[in-house]
């Protein structure tokens, strides 16, 4: 019996890991829903496709979305395009344009936007042996990483 509940295990775990490869081997597999934590924000976050083969995503949930003071849904106040500090902070787009690159397993060739500091970075993402995304950002030598983790795809 054990050694059916191992040979069982073993083919999940290869089942996984044949999936994972599979993300991390096409173009579309960061296409998906996602979820992070980045100071002390938790959000979700949505990776679509455009039709000029390039990647966007766009945030469509935030846990505090409301200002706790006024009750009234926070705003991308700190945009350094004045136009768009009246969009909710479920409605920010992280990052447009994105491309992958088969020969390293990566995406990148845009600028990711970060709403919490308001500035935007070059953006690199590659998908961690765990099956994260990390989502490294860089501005003038200096880089910070998220990660963040499938929700669906």
């Known amino acids: 019996m054990k050694k059916i509940i191992l040979v069982i295990v073993a083919m999940l775990m290869s089942i996984a890991a044949f999936a994972q490869n599979a993300r991390n081997n096409s173009a579309d597999g960061i296409v998906g829903r996602y979820e992070s934590v980045q100071g002390g924000d938790r959000y979700r976050v949505q990776v679509t496709r455009k039709q000029d083969g390039s990647y966007k995503a766009q945030i469509f949930w935030v846990e505090n979305a409301k200002d706790p003071k006024t009750g009234a849904i926070r705003l991308d106040e700190k945009n350094p395009n004045k136009s ?70």
């Not at 088969?102 to 060739?109: E, M, Q, V």
């Not at 993402?125 to 990483?145: A, H, N, P, Y």
């Open 84 to 153: 768009l500090r009246s969009t909710p902070c479920d409605k920010i787009v992280i990052f447009d344009g994105l491309a992958y690159d088969a020969s390293k397993k990566t995406w990148g060739g845009t600028k990711i936007y970060d709403p919490q500091r308001g500035i935007r970075a070059n953006v690199t993402c590659v998908f961690l042996s765990d099956g994260r995304l990390s989502v490294k950002g860089s501005l003038m030598g200096i880089s910070e990483t998220a990660y963040w983790t499938v929700v669906s795809q």
